[in-house]
């Protein structure tokens, strides 16, 4: 990850090459580092990749730069990923990924794992923003970034996610 973040940190006076609702591929191959027992991808790799997708897409969409210059770090507050085909050892791989919405406290990523258009693995990401140890609400970072808060089109996904989330804090 210090790779992503020294690149980022060099590019992030590049103009944005996709829109901020924009999707950003990542091309990949499944290393010998990278595999289990079974010869597929570990599963706790798959974290890993997702992140230096989503550096991607934060240089790619432009955000990285307004990020950085309000050090305004976001965070993940929490993933739900499935699992639908193993990803072998040496298999070539795209990582999709893009801005699905927000809400007052979190903004929504997805990412989806392609393998010649079929697809291998579906990420959902929530992502809290923090500055100086105390927590930048959306608004905040929706200024920072261009963005229009009011905007945001919950999608019904986020809305099931958020309730089990609501269900778990409650039990």
Same mark, same amino acid.
């Given at each position: 990850?210090?790779?992503?973040i020294?690149?980022? +940190?060099? #590019?992030?006076?590049? !103009?944005?090459? +996709? !829109?901020a609702q924009g999707t950003s591929v990542v091309r990949q191959r499944v290393w010998p580092h990278?595999?289990?027992y079974? =010869?597929?991808m570990n599963n706790a790799k798959y974290l890993n990749v997702l992140?230096?997708?989503r550096w991607t897409l934060f240089r790619d969409n432009g955000w990285f730069k307004h990020l950085f210059e309000?050090? +305004?770090n976001l965070v993940v507050a929490s993933l739900e990923i499935t699992f639908i085909r193993e990803l072998n050892l040496f298999s070539s791989y795209?990582?999709?990924?893009? =801005?699905l919405t927000w809400d007052e406290k979190y903004i929504y990523f997805e990412h989806r794992l392609m393998v010649k258009?079929?697809?291998?693995?579906?990420?959902?990401? &929530?992502?809290?923003?923090?500055? &100086?140890? #105390?927590?930048?609400l959306t608004p905040e970072i929706c200024e920072a970034v261009g963005a229009d808060f009011n905007q945001a089109d919950i999608k019904e996904a986020i809305t099931h996610w958020s309730d089990m989330t609501q269900a778990k804090r409650e039990l």
């Open positions: 990850m210090l790779g992503q020294i690149k980022s +940190i060099i #590019k992030r006076n590049e !103009p944005a090459i +996709i !829109p990278q595999i289990d079974n =010869l597929h992140e230096g997708a309000k050090r +305004i795209e990582i999709h990924t893009k =801005l258009g079929k697809l291998y693995g579906h990420a959902l990401v &929530k992502m809290a923003g923090v500055r &100086k140890g #105390k927590r930048a």
